[in-house]
């Protein structure tokens, strides 16, 4: 009995070494799309960076205003 948990486990241990790399195979990575190609969406989340940065941008200028007026009150 002793025997056949050795080989057992031996070969389980070989059944992992040689199986292992190959879960590490990934399907192929999507080309994406053809820049030039008109149907190709070009926003992507960029005109809400933009929006966040002119919403960032006039909050700054609002505080900016606020805090002048409000030293020449003192």
């Given at each position: 009995?002793?025997?056949l948990n050795r080989i057992l486990?031996?070969?389980m241990i070989g059944f992992f070494?040689?199986?292992a790399?190959?879960?590490g195979f990934a399907q192929p990575v999507d080309p994406g799309c053809d820049p030039l190609d008109p149907?190709?969406?070009i926003?992507?989340?960029?005109s809400l960076l933009i929006a966040a940065g002119i919403g960032?941008?006039?909050k700054k200028a609002y505080?900016?205003?606020?805090n002048t007026q409000g030293n020449k009150d003192q």
């Open positions: 009995m002793k025997w486990t031996v070969f070494v040689v199986g790399p190959y879960l149907a190709c969406p926003d992507g989340g960029l960032i941008g006039a505080d900016a205003k606020r």
